[in-house]
Structure formats: structure tokens, C-alpha cells
């Protein structure tokens, strides 16, 4: 998703704000959301000119989409140095956004374009284009079902053969839609979503829609690391099942994170 899409910051921002205010005042009513914050493992390099849209690691490489028109494409990097190994430079005509593998396959989604395409995984030739209703943000899949992200609070299952919608799951975060759901990742039977515009990602059940814990990133990136103007948001989950090493990154960052998470109390630290 755009960040250049700044008039809806602001709504972000309340959304927010809400999701925080929320936390606040439920616990006396439910069971709160555990929180989870994060340890850092391993700092990689990430490419500053990389404004990611898609990521996720397959068989020892990491694969990453970036957006904006005129400089979106598909690369297939090392993860230690993020030499860029293979690259596909997509048409200036379309806004690249998320990006998961299927099979011998890779899919993208653009932003506006209502386009999606298909690749081959191992040469990045294009084989095939699909469409879809809406916009494009975030793409994951769990082995069943490519699962789709577009700002809104329902993520698409599309059928990974024909690329058509075979259901949507309805994101709540306690009891009430959340949006904005970006960067996609399968994690253990869980979808994690970046929340477009905070430091935060959600640990979505996929059965029931509902968030069921809650990723704080903030500070993840130091303000020492971010050059105004230039970084943007966090965005870009992958996960390395085999490892089970979970990575983060963001829009223009210069580094990437191996993080492990572990559980926090509920704390003032969660008030906005
Ligand atoms: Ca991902």
C-alpha cells in the first residue's frame, strides 16, 4: 500500500489510537490480547531503495516485491548481504505490492491495477495475468489457499489454480473490524498481519477472523537508522518454517530483523 497516500494517515493514525484506547478499557471486561513484544537475533542489510511491498523466504533466499510506479519489481536476494541475485523489473504502468510463492510459481498483486500476475518461480518470466475487484496489498499462503490483503478488514482466500475468491475471512480485533491489514505472513498456523502505518503487527486466527495477540515493533528500527524523507513504514513479514526464524523489515529500511518474540504482561507501556 502507498504511503504517498497520505490523506489517509490521519484515520490511520485514529484507527489506531482506537486499537490502543481499546486494549485499554476491555480488560476489565475480557481477557486481554496478550502482547508480545521482541528480542533482536541476527541485523541484515536491506536495500534503502527498496520500498517493500512483498516478502517471504523460501529454500535459503528471501523474495521481495517493491512498489511505487517506475520502481517496482521482484528480486530474489540473499538474506545475509541482500545482494539482489535476480531481478525483475515490473512495468511502469503498475504499482507492485504483495508477492507469495505456489508451486513452481510466484504471484504479485499491483495496488490499483486490479492485475495480478504469474510468474515462474526460477526464471521470473512471466506466464500468466489474473483479476481481481479492489485494491492489492498483502499475499501469504498456507498450502491450501493463496490469502489476500487490500485495506480492508476482510482478507481473501483465492483458489491458488484458478486465482479466483473462494471465500473471506472477516479480521476483528476484539470484536470490531480492523484495517489496513498489510504485509501477509503464515506463521504456525496463524496469519500475521502488518498494520499499514503503525510499528504493530497482528497475530490473526484464521478460523474465527480474530486478532489473538498483538507484535509491538516499535523501536525496532532506530531513529539513528531512518533518514527523513526516505524511510517508511514497516512492511514485510517472512517466515523460514524449517528455521522457524521469523524476519521483519520495512519500506526504505537499511536493515532487516531476525526478531524472536516473547510474551509481555499487560502494561502501562501499551497506552498510546
Ligand atoms: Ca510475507
Do not use: C
Request: aromatic residues 12%; proline residues 5%; without cysteine.
Amino acid at each position: 500500500m502507498a504511503s504517498a497516500a497520505q490523506h489517509r494517515s490521519v484515520s490511520v493514525t485514529v484507527a489506531l489510537a482506537g486499537v490502543l484506547a481499546a486494549a485499554g478499557t476491555a480488560r476489565a471486561a475480557a481477557p486481554a490480547v496478550p502482547i508480545y513484544g521482541y528480542d533482536v537475533v541476527h541485523v541484515y542489510p536491506h536495500d534503502t531503495h527498496a520500498f517493500t511491498e512483498g516478502l517471504f523466504y523460501l529454500d535459503g533466499y528471501l523474495y521481495e516485491s517493491t512498489g511505487l510506479k517506475g520502481q517496482s519489481s521482484i528480486r530474489k536476494e540473499r538474506l545475509e548481504t541482500s545482494q539482489v541475485l535476480q531481478q525483475l523489473d515490473i512495468s511502469a504502468a503498475y504499482f507492485g505490492e504483495g508477492i507469495v510463492n505456489w508451486d513452481d510459481h510466484l504471484v504479485e498483486l499491483t495496488w490499483q491495477a486490479q492485475v495480478g500476475f504469474v510468474y515462474d518461480l526460477a526464471t521470473f518470466r512471466q506466464q500468466r495475468q489474473f483479476s481481481y475487484q479492489g485494491e492489492g496489498w498483502g499475499l501469504t499462503q498456507n498450502g491450501r489457499w493463496l490469502i489476500m490483503s487490500d485495506g480492508t478488514p476482510e482478507l481473501r482466500y483465492l483458489d491458488p489454480q484458478t486465482l479466483t475468491v473462494a471465500g473471506e475471512l472477516l479480521v476483528t480485533y476484539e470484536g470490531r473490524p480492523l484495517r489496513n491489514l498489510n504485509e501477509l505472513e503464515w506463521v504456525k498456523g496463524e496469519i500475521y498481519a502488518n498494520v499499514w502505518e503503525t510499528d504493530w503487527i497482528v497475530r490473526i486466527d484464521p478460523d474465527s477472523g480474530a486478532v489473538v495477540g498483538l507484535i509491538d515493533l516499535r523501536g525496532l528500527l532506530p531513529d539513528a537508522d531512518r533518514v527523513p524523507g526516505q524511510t517508511d513504514v514497516l512492511n514485510g513479514i517472512a517466515y523460514d518454517a524449517r528455521g522457524d526464524r521469523l524476519f521483519v523489515t520495512g519500506k526504505n529500511w537499511p536493515k532487516l530483523f531476525q526478531i524472536r518474540l516473547h510474551r509481555r504482561g499487560p502494561e502501562p507501556a501499551f497506552a498510546p
